[in-house]
């Protein structure tokens, strides 16, 4: 697997803020005041020499302005010392390597300051939504038991009801799907169990992953080993419990885990875990600092496994992973014998993992034993069950012993005709790809072509070039070698992981979009465009920093399908995208006239939209011969024979 982007800092919300290390001096990134200039992430130096040059940043470099007054009395000392000689040459160099080692490291600890006021902005962020946030609810279980029931939960967020009197119930050894539509409080609530907002025993220990490791001089490993902390929390609590009920238990749980983080046993398990997750064995001993922000991601993923707490919260923790790493995770989970509460929004994972769903629906929590009817689409077993349960459902009803079932609302994307481009629209001749000389190459000799009709899905590991194909078709980045030929009047839409970056979070979706799109003049008619995805009545005026992740989606979407591209290039298109519009965006997609590549984990979307599967991998493109669904059952079989090999 190559090696992770090393472009420093990429988290989303602040890094137009940082520094980066060039030329022995700070260079100091504005954003450019251009009309529609968008944020794109910028390179490392190794990089440079292949992309397509582009302004979306003003740089201004210190040293490329005036010497300072200071550099100036250096210059003069330095000539006096020359004259007079009074030093010997190996004295000079000690010193200028000295000067030089403290200016680096300075400039080091620059960064490192710079990192540590972020984090602290996240956490102050963090807390005003905690603040902002009221949550209500009455302890039914015992103190002592390894199950939690809530009676009596609310929970209201700046004013708004989004749970009313309703139950959290959660068991021992089960592990739950949380789902619903986007903004109805599924990350609320998650926050509210995860900051003990909510009466849960203190024995009960909680793990919320929440954001990615921060950067550090730890390597990967390290930081998936550092658990003092909890081995503490844990010895403390087997000793208080062993004075009020040794036979508890309880008890014998602790003791299991407090076995499990003996570092004789820690270091293998830390490593499969990382192994499971994409890294490979170089990759564990880098530096934290090193990775980027989705690769950091993992690495807090790694280390919440690794220390199996009691209860542990995920929210789309598959955002960031590649097929194999989903797959591997979902063989991981599924052997949770503790409690497990997961946000996804991915069928396929949902089915593979949870005993139970949790459906957050008109502000309260309805419990399911199976992921089956609305939540199905599964194998034929599941739909027979569907079925009768429908028809006995629907006895209850005309016998008035259950409510109807109320509807949602039904979501309707639409990618907007494109009109006819005759083939080919896009050729890739003899196209090989690296991004450095000193770097390997990520593809050789690449050739195939894109027409209108095209519906392809990029699968392969992550780091195998799946989005940097995207890039290259797009002319983001240049071929080393070969040339890829696009018919001049091509339009590409291209969706990637941050596009949410680019709204600008003071504004309302609805003047957003005018200012995108001035040539639409009437408020009343953009208001339509947007409710097509989603997004109506309060939520089209409210600021978009308001809005839940999914929902800021909703509005990238909007923007991109009034582009009316010919070509849609979807990277990652489902990440914070509830089921139902996952749902919408498939018909959409079936229903565009143009051509389409799809980058996702969605084995389920992939089913569902994907004519071709091409798997990315050993610097090559190959063509999948069997469905996706096959595909996976590939992966699985390479996840046991690798175990069975470490065995």
């Not at 000539?79 to 000067?99: F, H, I, L, V």
């Not at 001089?217 to 609590?237: H, P, W």
């Not at 419990?367 to 034929?380: D, Q």
């Not at 109320?406 to 050729?427: N, Q, R």
């Amino acid at each position: 697997m190559a090696l992770p982007d090393h472009n420093g800092v990429r988290d989303s919300a602040h890094r137009d803020q940082i520094g980066l290390l060039c030329g022995g001096s700070v260079v100091v990134i504005h954003p450019a005041k251009q009309r529609g200039a968008t944020r794109h992430p910028v390179c490392s130096s190794t990089r440079q020499a292949r992309i397509k040059p582009r302004s979306p940043f003003t740089v201004h470099r210190t040293a490329d302005i005036m010497p300072s007054d200071l550099a100036k009395k250096k210059a003069a000392k330095k000539k006096e010392a020359a004259k007079a000689r009074s030093r010997p040459k190996k004295a000079d160099e000690e010193n200028g390597t000295e000067g030089l080692e403290n200016g680096t490291e300075g400039l080091e600890n620059g960064t490192d300051y710079v990192m540590e006021g972020l984090t602290k902005q996240i956490d102050e962020f963090e807390l005003k939504k905690a603040e902002a946030r009221a949550t209500t609810g009455v302890l039914a279980s015992h103190p002592n038991s390894t199950d939690v029931h809530i009676s009596s939960l609310s929970l209201t967020f700046h004013g708004q009801e989004l749970l009313s009197d309703t139950s959290l119930e959660l068991n021992s050894g089960r592990r739950y799907g949380l789902i619903g539509l986007n903004g109805t409080g599924k990350s609320m609530l998650l926050s509210a169990v995860g900051m003990r907002e909510i009466p849960i025993p203190e024995h009960i220990d909680i793990y919320h992953l929440t954001r990615e490791m921060s950067p550090s001089d730890k390597t990967a490993l390290e930081c998936v080993m550092e658990v003092d902390e909890q081995r503490l929390m844990l010895e403390k609590e087997a000793e208080r419990l062993a004075h009020e009920d040794s036979e508890c238990e309880k008890l014998m749980e602790l003791y299991e885990r407090l076995e499990e983080l003996d570092a004789d046993k820690a270091a293998v398990r830390a490593a499969r875990i990382l192994h499971g997750l994409g890294f490979t064995g170089g990759m564990q001993q880098q530096k934290l600092k090193d990775f980027s922000g989705g690769w950091r991601m993992r690495v807090a993923l790694a280390r919440a496994l690794f220390i199996k707490p009691f209860m542990l919260l995920l929210d789309e923790p598959t955002n960031h992973l590649d097929l194999d790493a989903c797959v591997w995770l979902e063989e991981e989970l599924k052997s949770f014998k503790r409690i497990l509460v997961l946000i996804s929004h991915s069928q396929d994972f949902l089915n593979g993992v949870c005993t139970n769903i949790m459906h957050l629906h008109q502000r309260k929590l309805k419990y399911y034993t199976n992921y089956i009817a609305r939540f199905g689409h599964g194998s034929a077993k599941l739909a027979r069950q569907a079925q009768s349960k429908e028809k006995t459902l629907q006895k209850m009803v005309a016998s008035g012993l259950t409510e109807k079932v109320v509807s949602d609302k039904t979501l309707s994307f639409c990618f907007p005709a494109c009109g006819t481009i005759p083939p080919p629209v896009i050729m890739v001749q003899n196209v090989s790809f690296k991004y450095s000389d000193n770097s390997p190459h990520i593809y050789k000799n690449l050739e195939f072509g894109i027409d209108l009709d095209t519906r392809v899905a990029l699968v392969g590991p992550n780091g195998a070039g799946k989005s940097t194909l995207l890039k290259l078709l797009m002319g983001e980045l240049l071929p080393t070698d070969g040339m890829i030929r696009k018919h001049s009047h091509v339009k590409i839409g291209r969706y990637h992981q941050h596009l949410t970056e680019q709204l600008e979070l003071d504004l309302s979706p609805l003047d957003y979009m005018m200012k995108c799109y001035p040539e639409i003049k009437e408020r009343e008619e953009m208001r339509k465009i947007i409710g097509r995805y989603g997004l109506t009545g309060k939520q089209q005026v409210s600021p978009i920093q308001n809005l839940s992740d999914g929902q800021k989606c909703r509005v990238c979407f909007a923007w991109l399908a009034m582009q009316n591209p010919h070509l849609l290039f979807l990277d990652e298109p489902t990440n914070h995208l509830d089921i139902e519009t996952i749902d919408a965006l498939a018909d959409a997609i079936n229903d565009f006239e143009g051509g389409t590549m799809l980058v996702s984990h969605d084995f389920r979307l992939i089913q569902q939209v994907a004519q071709e599967i091409w798997v990315c991998e050993k610097q090559t493109i190959t063509k999948w011969n069997r469905d996706i669904l096959a595909y996976k059952e590939h992966l699985k079989a390479k996840i046991e024979k690798q175990q069975v090999h470490d065995v």
